[in-house]
């Protein structure tokens, strides 16, 4: 059974419905990227899995937890899939080792001296063993979101969600965060990114998928979908993203 | 006639003065924990909390504490019940600082950016976890200059519960000058003793907000 099973998911926002029926299965280990236009509903449908939205129709299940609007399924549901955002959302007030060690803590009721070796074992996985002490706001945008990265991993997660992870950052930082997205695919994580680096999608990911209008457009592997786009949306949507 | 010399003056209306600063501070701490209560209605998950506490915030927003006053005082009489003027005054003044602090901390928290809700939900927290560990140890930051300054406002109103016959300083002031006929010395004294009471607190809350926003910077 697939990892993640998103079932003809609806999702309407007032009038707007910008979910108009998805459905996509995640395999265990699969890397797969949603791209398509803003306003295509890939955020929306990144933020159902986690249950950041609530769906109007269709069920989403990940590994077995369902998405049901309560705090006992949410839970559940977010313990097996983290998620990472693009403007990083580290606490402030916490250092970089704090951040990590909070929700062990707090959510799985982890001793402090264990939580706090995973929190080191997780910022020296990203590279950044050495900011435990140190607060977000003297980390650069690339080790922020790497400490996010590390903040999520240490939930020990199935699968992590990544949403426009590197859109905020500066273009010399981006590359740093992508290395430690590519070394988790590498060590098999399944993730689900929504992803404007045309590049690393095509490099690192099994499956691309081109949301249109609320639909899943088109979806194959990367070498089809970016070889060989089918439908004029697609094409026309990776011509743009050429010229840019 | 009696002659009063000014250490007479001032020695009364310092006497009086204690009981401003009592009223204030029992006003400012009283307030401050129904502030507190109604603050977690306020931003809490049930409707009909919320706009319960809108409700009150805009009865005690909405009407001069003077009426509020005079309504603990006379208002509860015609029940028969009878209210010394240091209840009714000690009442009103917490029941009008909670409906301001409520709103002042309301936007404090309001003021943490929602990325915060949303990656601490996606962590697994629940709203009471989310509350102590993320949200409200960035919102207090934010809410202890603009709190330290609203005390500036406790502090002068306590001025009106003279009206009601509670004697503290500015009531003080008006019995002297009665006895004295200096009305210019008496008040410029109470105003004075306000001034000293007041200015420590706009300042540090000044000194707070600087501060404070530092640590944010540096830590």
Redesign the interface.
Known sequence: MSLIAITEVKKRFGDVEVLKGINLDVERGEVVAIIGKSGSGKSTLLRCV???EMIDDGSIMVAGAQLIND?LH??AL??KV??I?Q?F?????LSAGRNVM??QM???KTPAREAEAMARRMLERVGLGHKFDA?P??LSGGQQQRV?IA??LS?QPMALLCDEITSALDPELVNEVLAVVKELAADGMTLMMVTHEMRFAREVCDRVVFMHQGRVHEIGPPEEVFGNPRTPELRQFLGAQLVV | MMTFTLWDILRNLLLAARWTVVLSLVSFVGGGLLGMALLYLRIGKARAGRIFVQGYVELFQGTPLLMQLFLAFFGLGLFGIDVPAWLAAGLALILWTAAFLVEIWRGCVESV?C??W??????????V?QMR??IL??AV?VAVPPTVGFSVQVVKGTALTSIIGFVELSKAGTVVTNATFEPFTVYGLVALIYFALCWPLSKSSQILERKLNVA??D?
């Open positions: 986690n249950g950041l705090d949410l839970k977010r313990l983290g998620m955002f403007q959302n580290l606490f402030p007030h909070l929700s707090v959510v799985k607060y706001d003297q996010a903040r999520a939930m | 950016a990325g915060q949303e990656a601490s939900a996606s962590l697994g927290m629940g709203y976890q560990y993320v140890p960035q930051r944010h910077r830590h």
